[in-house]
């Protein structure tokens, strides 16, 4: 079956970075999208962009560019969403979710990891 | 910036039908959007619902449906259920790869 495990929890400093790892089984990895999404507590969802696992290839929402980076490492099925220079704000649940293939012009997120949560403190 | 607009919270009362819908903030909705609804309850992961408008995602009672109402994608639940209260999210796909997040709504069954 299709699953998605991510890391577990983190605790950051205000200016660090932080890395989410995503590790996907029960399909081929190279053929899905990989999206990333956030929540703050008590909010509401926020897409933060993609990467496709075949090519590495990536689009971010204008929101993080600049300050997230999403990476994958194929050998593992693993895809990695990093954000840096950490504000309070950032303090969120962190998840990954997977595409459908473009071809079949299925815009929407058909499996979600658990979720991680990140905490931004001083 | 495009905005996707949700009412913030509804109230429908058991085995009553409530619809959802999910704006733009500047034009309309249409299936060239390709909305999907998800819910979600306290402590969960998202669950998918609805996609490319009106396909049910598998599991999905069908007594959860989408469509295009007017100028708004809509997600109806017929016959609401003690356990349909939570939180239900619409997305929608920009192109060009972008999507964007509806803020949500919050639905009481009482």
């Known amino acids: 079956q299709v699953q998605l495990v991510q890391s577990g929890a983190e605790v950051k400093r205000p200016g660090a970075s932080v890395k989410v790892s995503c590790k996907a089984s029960?399909?081929?990895?190279?053929?899905?999208?990989i999206h990333w999404v956030r929540q703050a507590p008590g909010q509401g969802l926020e897409w933060m962009g993609w990467?496709?696992?075949?090519?590495?290839?990536?689009n971010y929402a204008q929101k993080f560019q600049g300050r997230v980076t999403m990476t994958r490492d194929t050998s593992i099925s693993t895809a990695y969403m990093e954000l840096s220079r950490l504000t309070s704000d950032d303090t969120a649940l962190y998840y990954c979710?997977?595409?459908?293939?473009?071809?079949?012009?299925?815009?929407?997120?058909?499996?979600w990891g658990q979720g991680t949560l990140v905490t931004v403190s001083s | 910036q495009t905005v996707v607009t949700q009412e913030p919270s509804f109230s429908v009362s058991p085995g009553e039908t409530v619809t959802l819908t999910c704006g733009l903030s500047?034009?309309?909705?249409?299936?060239?959007?390709?909305p999907s609804w998800y819910q979600q309850t306290p402590g969960q992961a998202p669950r998918t619902l609805i996609y490319?408008?009106?396909t049910r995602s598998s599991g999905v009672p069908d007594r959860f449906s989408g469509s295009i109402l007017g100028n708004r994608a809509a997600l109806t639940i017929t016959g609401a259920q003690a356990d349909d209260e939570c939180d239900y999210y619409c997305?929608?796909?920009?192109?060009?790869?972008?999507?964007?997040f509806g803020g949500g709504t919050k639905l009481t069954v009482l």
């Open positions: 029960g399909y081929t990895f190279t053929g899905y999208y």
């Open positions: 997305v929608l796909y920009l192109g060009s790869g972008t999507w964007v």
């Open positions: 979710a997977r595409l459908p293939p473009y071809s079949t012009s299925l815009y929407y997120f058909d499996y």
């Open positions: 490319s408008t009106n």
């Open positions: 500047s034009g309309s909705v249409s299936t060239n959007y390709y």
């Open positions: 990467i496709s696992p075949h090519s590495g290839g990536t």
